[in-house]
T-cell receptor, first 117, second 119 residues
Framework: DTEVTQTPKHLVMGMTNKKSLKCEQH?????MYWYKQKAKKPPELMFVYSYEKLSINESVPSRFSPECPNSSLLNLHLHALQPEDSALYLC????????????????FGPGTRLTVT | AQKVTQAQTEISVVEKEDVTLDCVYE???????LFWYKQPPSGELVFLIRRNSFDEQNEISGRYSWNFQKSTSSFNFTITASQVVDSAVYFCALRRGLAGGTSYGKLTFGQGTILTVHP
């Protein structure tokens, strides 16, 4: 069973709606990630949080707004999305890379399949 | 710049056949990490293996085995006696080590190989 959970599984929203995607991990990880994945493509990194602080923003449009309320939770707030934003949104977590090296892997949640109409 | 190439876009086999998924990578780093992930139709990426650049030991886990060769920059994945449940998209990925300056685990993915195992 995955220890990274995401809700909702599916989301359909209009271009004027505001919605949020939620992610929770129970592995004690201090790094959390949002990815976007289009059909038949690899995941694309959007944001990285480390110790609850945003550390990487891969030039994502401001209509996507991440939030990390605590070390276990990661949200992605959506507003005024476009149809081309329809995709699978994946959350992942990992240990934070430290001085001892990067012998860590990311664990992914099941994703939220978003459709923007 | 880092790059991962999975030249096989789609592979179709019959159950019980062996199948090898190829992965070739490019990096200038001396320390790096390689990964394989499986993505079944449900969508979740399932972690399969991590290999460090300084450890060329091959690995076997049940029906899965991995062959890492630094000389050819390849990290190939073999499924022995394939089963229908192995049908999925498989991604190979590369991450820089600390020496590369990226501290937060950014993965460079290949384009993925769609594996279909027919009964």
């Amino acid at each position: 069973d995955t220890e990274v959970t995401q809700t909702p599984k599916h989301l359909v929203m209009g271009m004027t709606n505001k919605k949020s995607l939620k992610c929770e991990q129970h592995m004690g990880h201090r790094a959390m990630y949002w990815y976007k994945q289009k059909a038949k493509k690899p995941p694309e990194l959007m944001f990285v949080y480390s110790y609850e602080k945003l550390s990487i923003n891969e030039s994502v449009p401001s209509r996507f707004s991440p939030e990390c309320p605590n070390s276990s939770l990661l949200n992605l707030h959506l507003h005024a999305l476009q149809p081309e934003d329809s995709a699978l949104y994946l959350c992942a977590s990992s240990q934070v890379l430290g001085r001892t090296g990067g012998n860590y892997e990311q664990y992914f949640g099941p994703g939220t399949r978003l459709t923007v109409t | 710049a880092q790059k991962v190439t999975q030249a096989q876009t789609e592979i179709s086999v019959v159950e019980k056949e062996d199948v090898t998924l190829d992965c070739v990578y490019e990096t200038r780093d001396t320390t790096y990490y390689l990964f394989w992930y499986k993505q079944p139709p449900s969508g979740e990426l399932v972690f399969l293996i991590r290999r460090n650049s300084f450890d060329e030991q091959n690995e076997i886990s049940g029906r899965y085995s991995w062959n890492f060769q630094k000389s050819t920059s390849s990290f190939n994945f073999t499924i022995t006696a394939s089963q229908v449940v192995d049908s999925a998209v498989y991604f190979c990925a590369l991450r820089r080590g600390l020496a590369g300056g990226t501290s937060y685990g950014k993965l460079t993915f290949g384009q993925g190989t769609i594996l279909t195992v027919h009964p």
